[in-house]
């Protein structure tokens, strides 16, 4: 099985490390930089690396697209004639319903398209900040579509155990970016304004304890990945920013009203909640 990946980033490149571990031996590099290639070629993690798609497209039975939102379609689009026929294509997006629009629009009807996305990440970015350790026991999310094979679902889905997620889980493209938009973009949002505030101060990591240092890590952000996220899930994110200053209002109603049993009550709620998770 050829396995293509498009884009050697800190995702690509932690795919690439991990299916290399998992015994994938036939795994194509693609990448605008060479020097990324050049670096994943002496890590053993690509067999092949190269600059121009079409010229190992043709023979990738897996294409996994590990490019900005806004750089699927371009790709998609310039180069869905090569490929091969049969061929399922994958994502590791953080926004779904859009671009499943925009890309069944265009997808040929000889591949099929199996959008994913892998609920582990880090702040770091480029193929130095691949780390397929991250994966292990990790979360994924399979937003399949009406066109979608079983068998290619499946595909996917073995990929993803095989380098050590845990548990993957099928949900509707709506679905999908209704949640990320609270569980994991408001999350960056909210570290971004913890560490904007006019509070914040050089002196401040003096006073931090773990707690800071955890809520604000995800504030070293890509900027160019993050702003296109949050822009193509907006009125999701924006109805999670709404309930969530609801959420404030009420402990901040409690504080100002000096009523301790309503602090009390709503900090058991979190915590009752929280113990329902993990």
Same mark, same amino acid.
């Given at each position: ?82 490929? #091969? =026929?049969?061929?399922? /294509? !994958?994502?590791?997006?953080? @926004? ?5 629009? *925009? +890309? ?105 304890? #773990? =707690?800071?240092?955890? /809520? !604000?890590?995800?504030?070293? @952000? ?5 702003? *296109? +996220? ?49």
């Amino acid at each position: 099985m050829n396995i293509a990946i498009v884009g050697l980033g800190a995702i690509g490149g932690s795919f690439a490390m991990g299916l290399t571990d998992a015994g994938y031996n036939n795994l194509y590099g693609i990448d605008i930089d060479e020097q990324t290639l050049i670096s994943a070629l002496n890590q053993g993690i690509i067999k092949k690396g190269v600059t121009r798609p079409e010229t190992v497209l043709p023979d990738a039975d897996i294409i996994l697209l590990s490019l900005y939102p806004g750089q699927i379609l371009p790709f998609v689009d310039q180069y869905k004639a090569f490929f #091969k =026929s049969g061929a399922v /294509l !994958t994502d590791v997006t953080g @926004i779904k319903t859009t671009i499943i629009k *925009e +890309l069944t629009a265009v997808l040929p009807e000889t591949v099929d398209f199996v959008f994913a996305h892998p609920m582990r990440g880090s702040e770091k970015q480029g193929l130095e900040g691949a780390d397929h350790t991250q994966f292990i026991g990790a979360n994924a999310l399979i937003t399949p579509i009406q066109s979608n094979k079983e068998a290619n679902i499946k595909l996917v889905e073995k990929l993803y155990k095989d380098i050590g997620f845990e548990r993957i889980t099928r949900v509707t493209p709506e679905k999908h970016d209704e949640q990320i938009a609270y569980v994991s973009q408001l999350m960056h949002v909210l570290s971004v304004a913890v560490v904007n505030s006019p509070q914040a101060t050089a002196e401040t990591p003096l006073f931090a304890g #773990k =707690s800071f240092q955890e /809520l !604000t890590r995800i504030a070293d @952000i890509n900027e160019d990945l993050w702003s *296109e +996220l949050f822009s193509m899930n907006k009125e999701a994110l924006l109805n999670s920013i709404t309930s969530f200053e609801e959420q404030l209002d009420v402990f901040k109603h409690a504080l100002l009203n000096n009523n301790e049993q309503e602090l009390k009550d709503f900090l058991i709620h979190a915590k009752i909640q929280r113990r329902k998770w993990y």
